[in-house]
């Protein structure tokens, strides 16, 4: 067995399955959550060298994370240790080389960043941000808790629908609100205390697959992990999914540590962060990140 040690501690097994490995890379078709298939080893070691090298401290903290959770443990203290393993890196120097990159920018604002319609039992929850592909804010949060508070509150709502309007599901946080929190720590109380990991793990957990999700387009970082919080997830075969946070000195922050996590295993999950690469409906649905693919999902009317 070969097992490689990359820049922070990134330990790579190649060929053969190892399950104290970060993950483990083959060229071969593989159904084994733990391998990832690429097309070429060398080329997919190389650019996780480079990755992982250029943002070491959240490669490592990505690692701790997610191999200190258990799937089957409830949502609650796995999204407590990624949070504060979130705010450690909101303080430390690879987000704030990613923000001097990044430079002064300014947040639109969007009246109506998140709709809700009950028909019936049924209430459907759209994201509606269009021209940021549905990226994800402060607000868009508060909207997107208070329609899932119906759906908790009432019995009588027996379906749910997570969908986005426009070209996209929700392409993740919207970049032009990273760092604009006070401190590391109010960042950490707001993402625990208003949790839409958690409202829609509860739903979940009483209403199953009826809980479902539909997406379409880009499938990115926070989009994705709530999504993968839905008992059931439709998805269009144009979506392009993927956990982009790495670049930016941080790890998933949403709850996709747990989520995603339940559903593909530790080994994907940390591959999808640390090589950044994005995937396509069919792997997706192999992986077991999502549960079906159809054209019938709406593929979202151009921005506006």
Known sequence: ?????????????????????TFTLT????????????????????????RCGRWPQAAAVCDDVLRAHQPTAPAFGGL??????YSTL??????????DERGPVQLPVVPDPVQAERRGDTLSIRFNRTRRHNAFTTDARAALLEALEVARLDDSVTEVVLAGNGPSFCSGGDLAEFGTFADPASAHLARTRHSPALALAELTERLGPACRA???????????????YCGHIRCH????????????????????????????????TAYLVLSGVTIDAATALAWGLVDEISADVPAGSPAR
């Open 214 to 228: 539909e997406v379409h387009g880009q499938v990115l970082g926070s989009g994705l992990e709530m999504a993968a």
């Open 237 to 268: 075969p144009d979506a392009t999914i993927g956990l982009p946070e790495l670049a930016l000195g941080l790890i998933p922050g949403a709850g996709g540590t747990v989520s995603i996590t339940r559903r593909i295993g530790r080994w994907r």
């Open 90 to 99: 909101q303080s430390g120097a690879e987000f704030a080389r990613w923000l």
């Open 80 to 85: 407590i240790t990624e949070s504060l393993a």
């Open 1 to 21: 067995m070969t097992v490689l040690e990359l820049p922070a501690g990134i330990r790579v097994a190649v060929e053969k399955p190892d399950d104290d490995a």
């Open 27 to 50: 060229e071969a078709d593989s159904a084994d959550r733990r391998v990832v298939t690429v097309a070429s080893v060398d080329d997919a070691l190389a650019d996780l060298t480079q």
